[in-house]
Nanobody, 127 residues
Framework: QVQLQESGPGLVKPSQTLSVTCTVS??????????WSWIRQAPMKGLEWVGY???????YYRSSLKSRISISRDTAKNQFTLQLRSVTPEDTAVYYCAGSVGTPNTGIINRGDFISWGQGTQVTVSS
């Protein structure tokens, strides 16, 4: 059973870079046809897909975040990392990592669309 665990800074100042890492166990991030997503949920809002990195290492980003986002991976550690630059308080959210078989749904997110989720890590952008 694939398990995911996020780790992040908790608090980030405006204009700085947010960096959160997901550690995957019970499966390889290079396994064929597996995709690894970042999803966030701001206070009082629904789940929002942020981006993913596929088993071949190719990332794909939410269009509205494309100028500020990068997703990378470390295959030796079986981890993938989200970096979001120039953050504002609007980036405050619980950040989740999730795995899917096949290209994930990037529209309205339902938990059942993914085979496994991390517990989420709260990231607050504040001075």
């Amino acid at each position: 059973q694939v398990q995911l665990q996020e780790s992040g800074p908790g608090l980030v100042k405006p204009s700085q870079t947010l960096s959160v890492t997901c550690t995957v166990s019970g499966g390889s991030i290079t396994a064929t046809n597996y995709y690894w997503s970042w999803i966030r949920q701001a206070p009082m809002k629904g789940l929002e897909w942020v981006g993913y990195i596929g088993f071949r290492g190719t990332p794909y980003y939410r269009s509205s975040l494309k100028s500020r986002i990068s997703i990378s991976r470390d295959t030796a550690k079986n981890q993938f990392t989200l970096q979001l630059r120039s953050v504002t308080p609007e980036d405050t959210a619980v950040y989740y990592c999730a795995g899917s078989v096949g290209t994930p749904n990037t529209g309205i997110i339902n938990r059942g669309d993914f085979i496994s989720w991390g517990q989420g890590t709260q990231v607050t952008v504040s001075s």
